[in-house]
T-cell receptor
Framework: DADVTQTPRNRITKTGKRIMLECSQTKGHDRMYWYRQDPGLGLRLIYY???????NKGEISDGYSVSRQAQAKFSLSLESAIPNQTALYFC???????????FGPGTRLTVL | GESVGLHLPTLSVQEGDNSIINCAYSNSASDYFIWYKQESGKGPQFIID?????DKRQGQRVTVLLNKTVKHLSLQIAATQPGDSAVYFCAENPWGSNYKLTFGKGTLLTVNP
């Protein structure tokens, strides 16, 4: 079984809709991250969490929110989706440092 | 601002040849670097890492070289195989940051049989 899973894997939605992406991990890691990937750009950090209920903004947090209610789960929400949020979204986990982040398989989100 | 970049966006090699993928970084304070492999439809997968107190590190068929003088990182893949076809990108961790990785844009490696 995969260590980091994401649901859904693909999602098409309309402008203005609320969307939630889920991430679960079985690695026992405290740290979890949400990134977005766009063609021609590197991965960009949206939010990160060092522990349950710990939330920190990354470089592109506007328009997104997250929730960390359990060590194994980190969810990303788009309160009102817009077309420029169309992207690949990745969840990642790491141990007590930034070293070697483990990524999930990604969620392809399309906002029409 | 600081950035992590790649010299070539695409690289095509013959099966069995050695591949070299390059990465330039501009943050001289970075002290930790990672190479990731991303296959189509999958998340990035860790390949190898290196700290700034090293110049070279070897793994299975892969070697990472770090030249701090010119702020250059390279990934060498020996005897490239079709399964090596993927996007490769580097990431750097600026010194003093306990959470941030700055990712490069990636190089698409295509291995021809």
């Amino acid at each position: 079984d995969a260590d980091v899973t994401q649901t859904p894997r693909n999602r098409i939605t309309k402008t203005g809709k609320r969307i939630m992406l889920e991430c679960s991990q079985t690695k026992g890691h405290d740290r979890m991250y949400w990134y977005r990937q766009d063609p021609g750009l590197g991965l960009r950090l949206i939010y990160y969490s060092f522990d349950v209920k710990d939330i920190n903004k990354g470089e592109i947090s506007d328009g997104y929110s997250v929730s960390r209610q359990a060590q194994a789960k980190f969810s990303l929400s788009l309160e009102s989706a817009i077309p420029n949020q169309t992207a690949l979204y990745f969840c990642a986990t790491s141990g007590q440092s930034v070293d070697e982040q483990f990524f999930g398989p990604g969620t392809r989100l399309t906002v029409l | 601002g600081e950035s992590v970049g790649l010299h070539l966006p695409t690289l095509s090699v013959q099966e069995g040849d050695n591949s070299i993928i390059n990465c330039a970084y501009s943050n001289s304070a970075s002290d930790y670097f990672i190479w990731y492999k991303q296959e189509s439809g999958k998340g990035p997968q860790f390949i190898i890492d290196i700290r700034s107190n090293m110049d070279k590190r070897q793994g299975q068929r892969v070697t990472v070289l770090l030249n701090k003088t010119v702020k250059h990182l390279s990934l060498q893949i020996a005897a490239t195989q079709p399964g090596d076809s993927a996007v490769y990108f580097c990431a750097e961790n600026p010194w003093g940051s306990n959470y941030k990785l700055t990712f490069g844009k990636g190089t698409l490696l295509t291995v021809n049989p």
